[in-house]
């Protein structure tokens, strides 16, 4: 029965060369946007060192990434700066696009390596980013880079946040069981270090402190490839969250907010949703074999954890991904899939499970 649906034919992921450690990126954050007393200071600092992140590729925000992206690229480090709340959107848009393309090639080439598919194969391209705009677009470079043909159906999936992986998988599944012949490659690339934000607001400086750039590939099609296949997927709107995360286009950057009442709101809620999507697939809880969770920060897969019952160890793959990459946004879920199956945790019936502004839980079955 299983291999009438949809499978992953191939995994690629990308992250910047140079990781910065999480002290390099709290001394920078202290240097950029120095805190006005000396216990603002001790928040940050307890911030950063409680959110999990050991380490995160940061193309963007520090000025490394100007030095490699060309010298007419807009500098963030602090002798460039002309403006107090950094450069400008058009300046940081400009960054995205060079540091965007330049990950996603390389996701997609692994993703396509890894499922031994040739360019001239690939007949739709869904691209997912929230953290940047262009048109024409990195889309356009990885047509063009990667050889794909000129026919290839194009889909972006845009300004969606941390779930949006999922809904770029559901579009791909849909594509496939409509077409079998159909080979699809889903690219999510964020650059979320463009977005640094000079302020010392505690949210923030949660952002901040979390976020990353990184870029995760799928290739989706019919065949046998030894990874599972899309057997489902759900999205579930909270009611009355719509205040507790949001992302809006700002005029230095995208500007996130952040409730505290977020973790609470996941605790209380995605256990009677997943729980009732799961039982439409004739499955509990407990028989998952594993989980692919969104690392929104620590207390976030606390939550998940708590409101679904899961053992200790069972999200320790999206911890240690959290620890060494951060927050990719999208990418994230991605990037867990591929470690779940290079340390052999990958165990169908896989859930991934994302959670984004609005706040909207998103989820996906692989058997």
Not at 86 to 103: D, F
Not at 176 to 186: F, S
Request: hydrophobic residues 40%.
């Amino acid at each position: 029965m299983n291999s009438d649906l949809p499978a992953i034919l191939g995994l690629g992921t990308a992250a910047p060369d140079r990781p910065f450690s999480q002290e390099e990126a709290l001394s920078l954050a202290l240097e950029l946007s120095p805190p006005e007393s000396d216990d603002r200071r001790r928040q940050v600092e307890m911030i950063y060192r409680r959110s999990g992140v050991e380490s995160r590729g940061t193309e963007a925000a520090h000025s490394v990434s100007a030095i490699e992206a060309g010298a007419d690229t807009p500098s963030f480090s602090p002798a460039s700066l002309s403006c107090p709340s950094g450069p400008g959107t058009a300046a940081r848009m400009a960054i995205y696009s060079k540091c965007a393309t330049a990950l996603a090639l390389r996701s997609t080439r692994a993703a396509m390596s890894d499922a031994a598919v040739s360019p001239e194969s690939i007949t739709h391209l869904i691209t997912v980013s929230c953290t940047g705009f262009a048109s024409p677009g990195w889309d356009f470079e990885v047509v063009d880079k990667l050889g794909l043909p000129p026919g290839v159906q194009r889909t972006n999936v845009g300004f969606m946040g941390c779930h949006a992986a999922i809904n770029g998988l559901r579009v791909a599944d849909s594509f496939v069981r409509a077409n079998p012949k159909a080979r699809v490659l889903v690219c999510c690339t964020e650059i979320c270090s463009v977005h640094f934000r000079y302020d010392a607001r505690p949210d923030q400086v949660v952002a901040n402190a979390l976020f990353a750039d990184g870029s995760g590939a799928a290739v989706i099609g019919m065949g046998d490839s030894g990874l599972p296949r899309i057997a489902s997927t759900s999205s579930r709107i909270i009611e009355e969250s719509r205040d507790q995360m949001g992302w809006a286009v700002g005029d230095h950057g995208f500007e996130m907010n952040l409730g505290i009442e977020l973790p609470g709101t996941i605790r209380r809620h995605a256990g009677t949703w997943a729980r009732a999507w799961l039982a439409e697939q004739g499955l509990t809880i407990d028989q998952i074999g594993s989980w692919a969770v969104h690392p929104g920060g620590p207390k976030i897969l606390a939550a998940v954890a708590e409101a679904l019952d899961l053992p200790g160890t069972t999200l320790d793959v999206s911890r240690q991904v959290l620890a060494s990459r951060g927050n990719m946004s999208s990418a994230t879920v991605l990037f867990i899939l591929d470690a779940l199956r290079s340390s052999g945790r990958l165990r169908p019936p896989c859930v991934l499970m994302s959670f984004g502004p609005g706040i909207t839980a998103e989820a996906l079955l692989l058997k």
